[in-house]
């Protein structure tokens, strides 16, 4: 950039800026205790609240080079792929990144459920009140709507971060998470609100 006035240095940087930012498939290698980390760090910097949902924005944008990923992985439109094999490569897809395992399991009669032992957003802390898993319900969310070719609402109802043996993401449609989460909030255990959908 010698000899460019600032000013104009400037201005190319804010052109830049405002042109679409091209989606990308690049990734980097994080210690997943970094996860537990930023999560606390957000909570102090910026409240619970806002913590949450940064972090689930933030998975949200991610879930776009997932989806393409997968993509390129299945060679063909994630909708034309069975529901069972579309799930294997979801499932290998985030295992071999470092995610960990992630088994889908049918939740009659309104539910989805995404559960798994050893995810990374849970790593290295069981000191959550609740679950705490808001970048990958962001990304499960993105995803899945995706492929469902409209608003899938996940909602994470047990987590390995407040001492739960798995970290479990319930998905569906906004109106059944939504009473899911309220029938949840009344004591109701997981099983039973989401058959009584
Ligand atoms: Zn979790």
Known sequence: ?????????LALRTRNDMSPMPRSRREVLVPAQAL?????????????????????AAGYAAGDSIFDMLSDS???PLTELSAR??????????????????????????LGLMASSD?????????????????????LA???GRVAGGAVSVLEVRCRACGDAE???????????????GRLLDGQPFEEAAGAL
Do not use: K
Request: aromatic residues 10%; neutral net charge; contains cysteine.
């Open 1 to 9: 950039m010698a000899g460019v006035p600032f000013r104009s240095a």
């Open 36 to 56: 537990a980390a930023l999560r606390r760090g957000l909570r102090v910097e910026a409240g619970p609240l806002a913590a949450a949902h940064a972090l689930h």
């Open 74 to 76: 299945a060679g063909r």
């Open 85 to 110: 094999r579309f799930w294997n490569y979801v499932s290998e897809l985030l295992s071999r990144r470092g995610w960990g395992s992630l088994e889908h399991r049918d939740v009659p009669p309104a």
């Open 119 to 139: 995810w990374a957003e849970a790593e290295a802390t069981t000191e959550e009140t609740q679950p705490s898993c808001h970048f990958t319900m962001g990304l």
């Open 142 to 144: 993105n995803l899945l």
């Open 167 to 181: 970290c479990c993401f319930a998905f569906g449609s906004e109106a059944a998470i939504h009473a899911l989460y």
